[in-house]
Antibody, heavy 122, light 108 residues
């Protein structure tokens, strides 16, 4: 059974960089034709796809965030990571990592982490 | 990007009743790459349906999905108490992948 777990600071100051890591257990991040995605959800609101990575390092980003997002992968640690720069209060949200089925333009998400709340505040 | 509009915003039904949730896309969804998720308070979303009509692993057969093009439907044939939650549709046929705003299914 694949499990994902987000980790990282719960509080980030405005203009700084948000950094989160997702650790995958129960299977190799490199097995199968899966992408690995980040998704966020502001309190009481809907879901927004941030971006995804394949284990080759190939990435796709949401154009609305592309200028500020970097997603990377470390297959030796079975982890992938998110960096979001120049954060503002609008970036306050629960951040989820998820396994992406890897369809051409995007995938459905069959395994999710529990989510981690990141608050942007001074 | 493709905008997904879900209706109704809130649906009030009783256990045992049938629920019909709608998801309409602003343009055709390629290859019926449409998924449905259930989310309960404080939990991550759970994949119910992918490819518009395929049930995900472990999902009861009272959940079914249908539709193509721009109009999609999630049907719950007979509501169980644990089905009351928020439901989201997602399209992944066109980048960026996008979600609907959600339908809250509440107990009447």
């Amino acid at each position: 059974q694949v499990q994902l777990q987000e980790s990282g600071p719960g509080l980030v100051k405005p203009s700084q960089t948000l950094s989160l890591t997702c650790t995958v257990s129960g299977g190799s991040i490199s097995s199968g034709s899966y992408y690995w995605s980040w998704i966020r959800q502001p309190a009481g609101k809907g879901l927004e796809w941030i971006g995804r990575i394949y284990t080759s390092g190939s990435t796709n980003y949401n154009p609305s965030l592309k200028s500020r997002v970097t997603i990377s992968v470390d297959t030796s640690k079975n982890q992938f990571s998110l960096k979001l720069s120049s954060v503002t209060a609008a970036d306050t949200a629960v951040y989820y990592c998820a396994r992406d089925s890897g369809a051409a333009a995007g995938g459905s998400f069959d395994y999710w982490g529990q989510g981690t709340l990141v608050t942007v505040s001074s | 990007e493709i905008v997904l509009t879900q209706s109704p915003g809130t649906l009030s039904l009783s256990p045992g009743e049938r629920a019909t949730l709608s998801c309409r896309a602003s343009q055709s969804v390629s290859s019926s790459y449409l998924a449905w998720y259930q989310q309960k308070p404080g939990q991550a979303p759970r994949l119910l349906i992918y490819g518009a009509s395929s049930r995900a692993t472990g999902i009861p057969d009272r959940f079914s999905g249908s539709g193509s093009g721009t109009d999609f439907t999630l049907t719950i044939s007979r509501l169980e108490p644990e089905d009351f939650a928020v439901y989201y549709c997602q399209q992944y046929g066109s980048s960026p992948s996008t979600f609907g705003q959600g339908t809250k299914l509440e107990i009447k």
